[in-house]
T-cell receptor, first 111, second 110 residues
Framework: DGGITQSPKYLFRKEGQNVTLSCEQN?????MYWYRQDPGQGLRLIYY???????QKGDIAEGYSVSREKKESFPLTVTSAQKNPTAFYLC??????????FGSGTRLTVV | KNEVEQSPQNLTAQEGEFITINCSYS?????LHWLQQHPGGGIVSLFM???GKKKHGRLIATINIQEKHSSLHITASHPRDSAVYIC????????????FGEGTQLTVNP
């Protein structure tokens, strides 16, 4: 079945370490997105990519980096510059219209 | 003021009750999404609608484009419906980016 795979589901890292979250899709979607969710808040856009080898900053890009070398993959790196990285991270992709598919998310805890 | 406002923020119901969750938005849109987020965090798309009404099982979604308002109804609610329900819109000015409401936490008690 087509869908989005995010891994790992839970991730623990020490403060000051970079960490990369994986997002893979087999839906042949061009557009992919990374969102962050904090308790009691709506999802906020970190980065998005509308085509391979191109990506744009979202509303809260500081402290994060991405790459889009392949259509099916859009990894997110949380760098040591991100001041408060503990959060739930969600990846999504979009078809050519308005249909979105979401992953199951990665919960990152920095200790 | 957020571009997407949901109400109520929290909702507790008894099994079998009819439930309504509301979403108002302040921007021009081409479509509106209703999403469901279970405790594990993963999100499932329930509906995408641009006019009128859609029904899937016990779930019904309606939208009034002129009034910039949408509702999600659950008939004969069940404890397994307990989840966070999120309204999301892609404002025309933002391309394909979604703007999300803060979500409605629904708890259905047996």
């Amino acid at each position: 079945d087509g869908g989005i795979t995010q891994s790992p589901k839970y991730l623990f890292r020490k403060e000051g370490q970079n960490v990369t979250l994986s997002c893979e899709q087999n839906l042949n979607h061009d557009a992919m997105y990374w969102y962050r969710q904090d308790p009691g808040q709506g999802l906020r856009l970190i980065y998005y990519s509308q085509i391979v080898n191109d990506f744009q900053k979202g509303d809260i890009a500081e402290g994060y980096s991405v790459s889009r070398e392949k259509k099916e993959s859009f990894p997110l790196t949380v760098t040591s510059a991100q001041k408060n990285p503990t959060a739930f991270y969600l990846c999504a992709s979009k078809d050519g219209g308005y249909g979105y598919t979401f992953g199951s998310g990665t919960r990152l805890t920095v200790v | 003021k957020n571009e997407v406002e949901q109400s109520p923020q929290n909702l507790t119901a008894q099994e079998g009750e009819f439930i309504t969750i509301n979403c108002s938005y302040s921007v021009g849109i081409s479509a509106l999404h209703w999403l469901q987020q279970h405790p594990g965090g993963g999100i499932v798309s329930l509906f995408m609608l641009s006019s009128g009404k859609k029904k899937h099982g016990r779930l019904i979604a309606t939208i009034n484009i002129q009034e910039k308002h949408s509702s999600l109804h659950i008939t004969a609610s069940h404890p397994r419906d307990s989840a966070v329900y999120i309204c999301a819109v892609p404002p025309r000015s933002s391309g394909s980016r979604l703007t999300f409401g803060e979500g409605t936490q629904l708890t259905v008690n047996p």
